[in-house]
């Protein structure tokens, strides 16, 4: 039965990961800002809170009832997170994307590692490296390579915008075991930094998110053990595989979207205070027509806000409730990245000078928001994905 | 209030219902919603097909008539989202009753609701109607010009009205006026000498639905109706069940739009393909598809509230004004991809892009 009033349970989370990130996250937004690439050292406290991903496995015997009262209503797993997201971004994105053992490459691990991988780099802090110069949105066509020589990987390539780059302690890297078998070809390698032939080669200087240290890494006859491969080593003839990686997006992208809702929510939340400051108050109830073009601009926008995060929480718990959703989860990034966008720049005008100084953070929420519609699919691919899904039209029919 | 799980899922019996009303509606409307509107009329067949669905007397208590099942805003606005999705005039119309019906049996006295409750849960589809839209510039629901004052034991009533549906053959109609400066709800007779109708409106949209302006002139009504009797009702309570209906009905509309415009994309071939293989196409076919989702869930959003038992105000303003603008987006964008095809009459994109301008402007002419 439809139902999305929120559950006292999920208000709970909401609201003690905002509290988190009211006292430790937004306090620190500009000092990491300005100090790009300084290693937030208040985020310890997170390396043992999981926020992000970090999928554990399932012990036996859980599924069994513990008694006979009613089960508590149950909050899964992607809807909790998107939840926790949205706050914590709500205190900074950057700052969330730095999160100690938290990086996308942990999500990858989780998945698919076997019991000693997981033993292996199951406590580390890994990246995820799949961009390279030549190959963005169309990561079917990278060109990283791998070849097996006895019992090790040899790597070799040029690795960019990768996340966490400075501060992790493992890298999951996509390369190519065999530029013939196109996508199935591709692979993931998990490379620990110390690996002679493994380069952080510089730390890029970004719009926003500046928290966040991303950056190039360059492999030249890079060795890995060959246990080191995550997933099956087979190259298999259809792209069964790579759709397989693929599929991972379908779980991350209502979690960058969930990231645009919460700077977009701290946008929105600073210029309403601004605005009563001024003695104007929201009263939700006159004719568009009667308001000012200021009230009228925001109150579309958090009726735009509460769009991006119901399709957010639609993906999310589709997935919670093992649905595909593939058409759901693009929808809502293609939502949420464009009026990410388009809110944090409006709240920027609409606060006037206090949009522009640096003195206030909305003009970092603006440069913030920005990545939202481009990592992890940008707009445009989103806007591709959730088209042939309503269209049923193949990547050959929309291209 | 035991608290339900969050879910995005419809149940059996939500589901059992959109498809019933889809049906209905493919099989009915779909092929005359064109017809209607050219001859701006809905057969009342049509209507009445809707009506015997029952869902509109469905949570009225036997007593009064009806089968005393469960209430559910949602529902209802499942039940909207299809009825406009196959004709967005047909949907005011075969629901109008409950605008007039629900406050009554919400916040009606007890003598009001024997009075005018039981006469319309009939077997047959009996107009009776809602008057709050005023024909003036910067009209606003919450600011009435059409005055109520107390004099002696009754209610004079002054002021004009605008897109009253059906009102030349509806025996009451709910209309709102200004009570001391609030918002409040009297139940009229069309006999009353008060009230005079007006000729039959030609609007932008909506040409199959009769609309009609009427005008209050020292229209006396008894304290008695005046709807809650002395102490009123809660008119704001009134403005977010209808915001709610017409975000739902703007979906309906929204969705049609959509499908029409999606299906036609994949059929017409230009430079030797399909013009949904471009990008600029297929992009605006994304978007619609995302917001129409995005109205439909706002829409549920509020309507969730209600049925938590929460206030709706919040809630129901932002459902309206998204849908609002993006039915205005999406309906437009109907049109565009159909190109100079979608100007024509002959395609529905044109029906739904003028209805679709009624979503914003239009208030209270449906409820949940």
Known sequence: MINIEPTRKMIEVRNSINNLAKGVLRPIARKYDVNEHEYPKELEMFRSIKIMGGKKKKKEGDDAPKSDKPAPKKLGTNLSTVISIEEMCWGDAGLLLSLPNAGLGNAAIAAVATDEQMERFGNKWAAMAITEPGSGSDSGSITATARLEGDEWVLN?????????????????????????????????????????????????????????????????????????????????????????????????????????????????????????????????????????????????????????????????MADNGEFNNLEASMSKAKAGRWGTLITQKCCDLLGPLGYTQDH?????????????????TGQIQHLIVARNVLDFSSKQLK | MEERDFSFGMCEEQRTMKETIARLVKGVVTDNAHDMDEKKAIPSEFIQKVWELGATISPIPEEYGGYGMEYSPI?????????????????????????FLYPILEMGTDEQKKKYIPPYCDGTYRPCTVA????????????????????????????????????????????????????????????????TIGEREKNLGLYALETYPVTFENCEVPEADRLGGSGGCDYAKFLQKSRIALSAIGT?????????????????????????????????????????????????????????????????????????????????????ILGGHGFIRDHPVERYYRNGRGIAILEGMATV
């Open chain 2, 132 to 195: 709050i839209n005023e024909p003036r510039f910067k009209f606003d629901a919450v600011s009435l010009e059409t005055k109520a004052v107390k004099k002696g034991g009754s209610y004079v009533i002054t002021g004009e009205k605008c897109f009253v549906p059906m009102a030349k053959d509806s025996g009451h109609m709910l209309v709102a006026a200004d009570l001391d400066g609030k918002g409040q709800l009297f139940i009229v007779s069309k006999d009353n000498p008060g009230v």
């Open chain 1, 361 to 377: 953070l909305a003009e970092k929420w603006m440069r913030d928001s920005k990545i939202m519609d481009i990592f992890e699919g």
């Open chain 1, 157 to 317: 390539g040029e690795k960019i915008f990768v996340t966490c780059a400075d501060r992790c302690d493992v890298v999951v890297v996509w390369a190519t075991v065999d530029k013939k078998a196109g996508k199935s070809g591709i692979k993931s390698f998990v490379v620990e930094k110390d690996r002679p032939g493994f380069k952080l080669e510089k730390l890029e200087h970004k719009l926003g998110i500046r928290a966040s240290d991303t950056g190039t890494f360059v492999l030249s006859d890079c060795r890995i053990p060959r246990s080191n491969l995550l997933g099956s080593e087979e190259v298999k003839t259809a792209t069964e595989g790579f759709k397989g990686v693929m599929k991972t997006f379908d779980n991350t992208r209502p979690l960058v979207a969930s990231m645009a809702l919460g700077i977009t929510r701290a946008s929105l939340d600073f210029t309403r205070e601004k605005m009563e400051e001024s003695g104007i108050t929201l009263d939700y109830e006159k004719n568009l027509n009667n308001v000012s073009s200021l009230e009228k601009d925001f109150y579309l926008m958090e009726a735009n806000l509460e769009a991006m995060r119901l399709l957010t929480w639609r993906a999310a718990w």
């Open chain 2, 75 to 99: 529902m209802n606005t499942i039940i909207l989202e299809e009825l406009a999705a196959g004709d967005m005039a047909l949907a005011i119309a075969a629901t109008l009753p409950s605008s």
């Open chain 2, 252 to 336: 309906g509309v929204s969705r049609a739009s959509f499908e029409y415009a999606r299906d036609y994309s994949k059929e017409r071939v230009q430079f030797g393909e399909p013009i949904a293989s471009r990008q600029s196409i297929a992009f605006m076919i994304a978007e619609m598809a995302y917001e129409v989702d995005g109205m439909r869930l706002l829409t549920w959003k509020a309507a969730s509230a209600l049925e938590a038992g929460k206030d709706a105000k919040r809630e129901s303003y932002l459902a309206k004004i998204f849908a609002g603008d993006a039915t205005m987006k999406i309906t437009d964008y109907g049109v565009q």
